[in-house]
């Protein structure tokens, strides 16, 4: 008998997943994609896609896809890929990646060392090599350096179907979508991002950024903790200082009632300023898909 191997059965890619919002302005169809830029986020709330006419400076597409807990975003991409008439193609003017998980770090830019990233990120997580791909995103508006660590097959097939594409941190563009909205000389405002049973709080005070971590939470109690007690932390008052909320939550939902309770001045945030968006997101609430579209902020 031969002793040759048989090669490894090529693994079936899961079903393309349906869905949640597809919205297209109709002026896609006749924008080149050279002329436009691709944005997709991977996260526990979901695969998520938009498309900027650069342009116009305008958002023309946005869809919002389940995620299968059963599969990789990899694999989950490349299935969508494969039926997708605009994740397919690859001569975009610009390609972002924006992953969402607690694995990264902010550095001071003077401080950061290139080659030393898993060691940075050491200190409350450590790199799976086999599994994931370290990243890097500099900041230059604040002088900071995102380290983050990403699912390593979706890095590859990223980088192989963009190969000038970029991939960052989620938190990245929560970040620079939050500076480019504060103002010169503004009081210290805090600012959350709701996401799949976690929360990023940030707080900002004259165009600076003074805080960031990232809070798992199993119940609305949770959430108001964590809140609470990062405001404490900065001498915030709860009854005073005003809150600006980000994420996927409704206005009714337990998640806003209990911060609307304990938190006199609260309210829901806008999309980036400056931007122009296609009439058809205005079937989305404003406050949705922040990063998302934070993307087209960053370099």
Known sequence: ??????????????????????????T???AAPAACNLYLTAGANGLRLGVADIRRNKFVALE??????????????????????????TNWNQVRLAV??????????????????????RLHH??????????????????LVSVFA?????????????????????????LEGIIHQSEVAAPRRLYLSL??????????????LEFCNVFSFATPEDLIYYTILVMQELQLNPDQDAVVVWG??????????????????????NRPFDLAYSYRLNDVFEYRYFELYSLHLCE
């Open 1 to 26: 008998m031969s002793s040759t191997p048989l090669p490894a059965a090529t693994l079936p890619l899961p079903a393309p997943p349906v869905a949640l919002q597809s919205l297209r302005d109709e």
């Open 28 to 30: 896609l169809e006749s």
């Open 64 to 89: 919002d896809y389940p995620v299968n807990p059963e599969a990789s975003w990899a694999e989950q991409f490349q299935a969508l890929a494969a039926e997708h008439d605009l994740l397919g193609q």
């Open 100 to 121: 969402q998980n607690r694995h990264f770090t902010l550095l001071p830019a003077p401080l950061f060392r290139p080659g030393d990233e898993a060691a940075y990120l």
């Open 126 to 143: 450590t790199v799976d090599a086999d599994q994931e791909s370290v990243g890097r995103y500099m900041h230059s508006s604040m002088e």
């Open 150 to 174: 990403a699912e390593r097959a979706l890095v590859r097939w990223f980088q192989a179907t963009y190969p000038t594409g970029r991939v960052l941190h989620q938190t990245s563009a929560l």
């Open 195 to 208: 996401g799949h049973q976690e929360v990023t709080i940030v707080a900002v005070r004259d165009k600076r």
């Open 248 to 269: 996927d939550l409704m206005h009714d939902s337990e998640l806003f009632t209990i911060l609307r309770k304990y938190i006199r001045n609260i309210r829901f945030g």
